[in-house]
C-alpha cells in the first residue's frame, strides 16, 4: 500500500527530489535496491552535496554485489561527513570488496577506536588485516576482543580460523573449543575441530557431529558445514562409503541452498570469451601495451589440482614471493565489466580499453601482489586459481607475466572438490558430474592459451612432480627464469601462513599418497567418468606414476 500511494506520488510531482527520495528509501527498506537505484541516482545528481543520498546510493550499489560502482558516491559522503560511522562502514565494506583492503583497513581502524567491542567491526577488521597479510596484528586484536568479551564466540571462531592461516594448530584448536564451550550444539566450532584433525579426531567429535546431522531441524547451512568435514574425517579412516554418504549429503543440502549451475551459460561464456580473443582480435607477441614488469607469475588450474602446492614450492625459492590466491585479478575484471552484467570479463571489449585505465590496474594489481614482498624479489606468484578464465585481462595488464597451469588427474580433483567446502557460489562444486564439465571447460580455454595467448604457458603434472619432484621443479624454475636451489624442495620446512583448504597438506615433504585417491570412490563415479573429456586428463610419465601409485596408502 505505501509504495502504491509513493507511486502516485511520483507521478503527481515527477520532478520533486524528495519524492524520488523517500520512494527509493522505501524500495531499498523492502530490498528492492535495483528499483530503487535509478531514483537514488537522480536525486544524487541533484542534490550532489547531500552526504545522506550519496550515503544511501552506495548502498544500494553495494547491496547490489556493484562495489567498485558504489565507491564513487561513498567516498564523496565520507568527504562530506567524515565523522559518520555509518558512512565510514559502508565505505571500508566497499573498499574492502572491491579489491582496496589497503585503503579499508584505515577506515575500520577508526571503527576499532570508535567501538573497540562492536563484534562486526571487529570481525572486518580482523579480515582485512587476514587479506593484507598481516594475520599476526588480527590474532592479537582477536585476542584482546576475547579478553575483554569471553562470551563472544563468534570472535573465538574468527580467532581459531586466523590462527589456522597462520598455521598455529594449539591456538585454532583452544578458539574453536572456547566457542563450543560457549555453544554446545554449534556447527561451526565442531566443524573446524574436524578440519584440524581430520582421520585422528577424537571418537567424542564425530559421534557429536553425527548426531547433530541425526537432527531433522538441523538447517542446510550447518547440515553441509558439518556434512564436508565430517567425511574428510571418514576418509582419514578409511571409511570410504561412509565418507561419501556424507559429502552426498552436504551436497545435496548446498544444492537446496545455492539451487543449480546454469551450465548452458557457463558455456555460452567461454564461447564468448574465445571469441573475443582469437589471432585477429589480438596484437602479436611483442607489441602489447600494458605495464612491462615481469614478475607476475599465474599460477591457475581446477582447485585441488596443486596450485598451492606449487606456489608453495616457488615462494621458497629466495628470489620469490608467494601471494597468496589473490582476487585481485577477478576484482579488476569486475571494475572492467559493463555496470548491471550478469558476466564480467567476457563481456568486456580489452581492445577498448584505455592506457590510463590499465596502467592504474596494473599498478593496483602491483601494490597487492609486491605487499609483504622483499624488494628484491623477481617473482610474485599468484596461485589464484580461476585466474584461468582472466589470462587474456592478465596479458593486458602484464605481456612479459608467465602462466603455470596444475594439471591432475581428474578423478582424483573430482573426488577433493565434492568433499571440500567452498563458497556458496561455487555451485559447480556440487555435482559430480557438473565437476567434470568444470574440468572440460578449463581444459578447453587452457588449450585455447596456450595456441592464442602471448603468455608462455608451462604445463605442470602433479603427479610427475610428486612422483620425481627435482627435475619437474628445475624445468618449473628454469620456465620462470630462475636459477636452481634445493630449497625449493624444502617449502614444508616455512613457517608462512596458507589461506587455503590446502594449508595443512603443503606442511608436509611433496607425497604420492593422494595420487589414485579415486579408486577408494570408483563405484560412485559413474556420472564424472561419463562427462570427463580425453583432454581432461594430463599426461604424465604414467608407468612411474602406477608403480608409486600401488606402494602408496591415502593420506589422512
Given at each position: 500500500?505505501?509504495?502504491?500511494?509513493?507511486?502516485?506520488?511520483?507521478?503527481?510531482?515527477?520532478?520533486?527530489?524528495?519524492?524520488?527520495?523517500?520512494?527509493?528509501?522505501?524500495?531499498?527498506?523492502?530490498?528492492?535496491?535495483?528499483?530503487?537505484?535509478?531514483?537514488?541516482?537522480?536525486?544524487?545528481?541533484?542534490?550532489p552535496d547531500d552526504p545522506g543520498v550519496q550515503h544511501l546510493l552506495g548502498l544500494a550499489l553495494q547491496r547490489l554485489g556493484r562495489n567498485g560502482e558504489a565507491l564513487v558516491p561513498l567516498r564523496r559522503a565520507f568527504a562530506l561527513a567524515p565523522a559518520n560511522p555509518r558512512v565510514l562502514q559502508a565505505l571500508a565494506e566497499s573498499e574492502f570488496h572491491a579489491g582496496h583492503p589497503d585503503d579499508a583497513w584505515p577506515l575500520w581502524e577508526t571503527l576499532l577506536r570508535l567501538h573497540p567491542d562492536d563484534h562486526e567491526v571487529l570481525q572486518r577488521g580482523a579480515e582485512t588485516l587476514n587479506r593484507l597479510g598481516r594475520s599476526d596484528q588480527a590474532?592479537?586484536?582477536?585476542?584482546?576482543?576475547?579478553?575483554?568479551?569471553?562470551?563472544?564466540?563468534?570472535?573465538?571462531?574468527?580467532?581459531?580460523?586466523?590462527?589456522?592461516?597462520?598455521?598455529?594448530?594449539?591456538?585454532?584448536?583452544?578458539?574453536?573449543?572456547?566457542?563450543?564451550?560457549?555453544?554446545?550444539?554449534?556447527?561451526?566450532?565442531?566443524?573446524?575441530?574436524?578440519?584440524?584433525?581430520?582421520?585422528?579426531?577424537?571418537?567424542?567429535?564425530?559421534?557429536?557431529?553425527?548426531d547433530l546431522l541425526a537432527r531433522p531441524e538441523l538447517d542446510d547451512r550447518d547440515r553441509a558445514l558439518l556434512g564436508y568435514e565430517l567425511g574428510k574425517a571418514l576418509d582419514g579412516r578409511q571409511r570410504y562409503p561412509e565418507a561419501m554418504a556424507r559429502w552426498h549429503d552436504a551436497n545435496a543440502a548446498r544444492r537446496r541452498m545455492t539451487g543449480a549451475p546454469d551450465l548452458?551459460?557457463?558455456?555460452?561464456?567461454?564461447?564468448?570469451?574465445?571469441?573475443?580473443?582469437?589471432?585477429?582480435?589480438?596484437?602479436?607477441?611483442?607489441?602489447?601495451?600494458?605495464?612491462?614488469?615481469?614478475?607476475?607469475?599465474?599460477?591457475?588450474?581446477?582447485?585441488?589440482?596443486?596450485?598451492?602446492?606449487?606456489?608453495?614450492?616457488?615462494?621458497?625459492?629466495?628470489?620469490?614471493?608467494?601471494?597468496g590466491e589473490l582476487p585481485d585479478l577477478f576484482l579488476i575484471g569486475n571494475r572492467f565489466a559493463r555496470p548491471g552484467s550478469r558476466t564480467t570479463w567476457p563481456e568486456v571489449d580489452t581492445a577498448a580499453l584505455g592506457d590510463a585505465e590499465l596502467e592504474d590496474a596494473a599498478w593496483r594489481y602491483l601494490r597487492a601482489a609486491s605487499r609483504d614482498a622483499p624488494a628484491d624479489a623477481i617473482g610474485l606468484v599468484d596461485k589464484a586459481p580461476l585466474n584461468f578464465f582472466l589470462l587474456d585481462l592478465a596479458a593486458r595488464l602484464f605481456p612479459r607475466s608467465r602462466v603455470v597451469w596444475c594439471r591432475r588427474d581428474p578423478r582424483d580433483i573430482a573426488v577433493s572438490v565434492y568433499g571440500e567446502n567452498f563458497a556458496l557460489q561455487e555451485r559447480l562444486s556440487t555435482?559430480?558430474?557438473?565437476?567434470?564439465?568444470?574440468?572440460?571447460?578449463?581444459?578447453?580455454?587452457?588449450?585455447?592459451?596456450?595456441?592464442?595467448?602471448?603468455?608462455?604457458?608451462?604445463e605442470l603434472c602433479y603427479e610427475e612432480l610428486a612422483v620425481d619432484p627435482e627435475p619437474v621443479a628445475r624445468r618449473l624454475l628454469d620456465f620462470l627464469g630462475l636459477d636452481w636451489t634445493g630449497s625449493v624442495l624444502e617449502f614444508h620446512r616455512s613457517e608462512r601462513g596458507?589461506?587455503?583448504?590446502?594449508?595443512?597438506?603443503?606442511?608436509?615433504?611433496?607425497?604420492?599418497?593422494?595420487?589414485?585417491?579415486?579408486?577408494?570412490?570408483?563405484?560412485?563415479?559413474?556420472?564424472?567418468l561419463a562427462t570427463l573429456d580425453p583432454?581432461?586428463?594430463?599426461?604424465?610419465?604414467?608407468?612411474?606414476?602406477?608403480?608409486?601409485?600401488?606402494?602408496?596408502?591415502?593420506?589422512a
Open positions: 500500500l505505501a509504495l502504491e500511494q509513493m507511486q502516485r506520488a511520483l507521478a503527481l510531482a515527477a520532478e520533486d527530489p524528495d519524492i524520488h527520495f523517500q520512494y527509493a528509501c522505501l524500495l531499498a527498506h523492502q530490498g528492492m535496491n535495483a528499483q530503487a537505484l535509478p531514483h537514488f541516482q537522480w536525486v544524487a545528481q541533484a542534490r590474532l592479537e586484536l582477536l585476542r584482546q576482543a576475547t579478553g575483554r568479551q569471553p562470551q563472544a564466540r563468534e570472535l573465538w571462531m574468527v580467532m581459531g580460523q586466523t590462527a589456522e592461516d597462520l598455521g598455529d594448530r594449539d591456538v585454532a584448536r583452544q578458539a574453536y573449543t572456547a566457542a563450543l564451550a560457549l555453544a554446545p550444539d554449534w556447527a561451526f566450532p565442531i566443524s573446524g575441530l574436524l578440519a584440524l584433525d581430520r582421520g585422528k579426531a577424537s571418537d567424542a567429535l564425530l559421534e557429536q557431529a553425527s548452458a551459460e557457463h558455456d555460452r561464456q567461454a564461447d564468448r570469451l574465445i571469441a573475443a580473443t582469437t589471432p585477429a582480435r589480438l596484437p602479436a607477441p611483442g607489441r602489447w601495451p600494458g605495464n612491462q614488469d615481469p614478475r607476475p607469475v599465474w599460477v591457475v588450474g581446477m582447485p585441488r589440482s596443486g596450485t598451492t602446492l606449487t606456489e608453495q614450492l616457488l615462494a621458497a625459492h629466495p628470489g620469490v614471493h608467494g601471494c555435482d559430480l558430474a557438473d565437476i567434470g564439465r568444470y574440468i572440460n571447460l578449463q581444459t578447453r580455454l587452457m588449450r585455447h592459451w596456450q595456441a592464442q595467448s602471448p603468455l608462455p604457458v608451462f596458507v589461506q587455503t583448504p590446502s594449508r595443512w597438506q603443503v606442511k608436509q615433504p611433496i607425497h604420492t599418497r593422494s595420487i589414485g585417491r579415486w579408486r577408494h570412490y570408483q563405484d560412485q563415479l559413474a556420472p564424472l583432454d581432461a586428463y594430463p599426461r604424465p610419465a604414467a608407468a612411474a606414476v602406477a608403480s608409486k601409485d600401488q606402494a602408496s596408502t591415502p593420506s
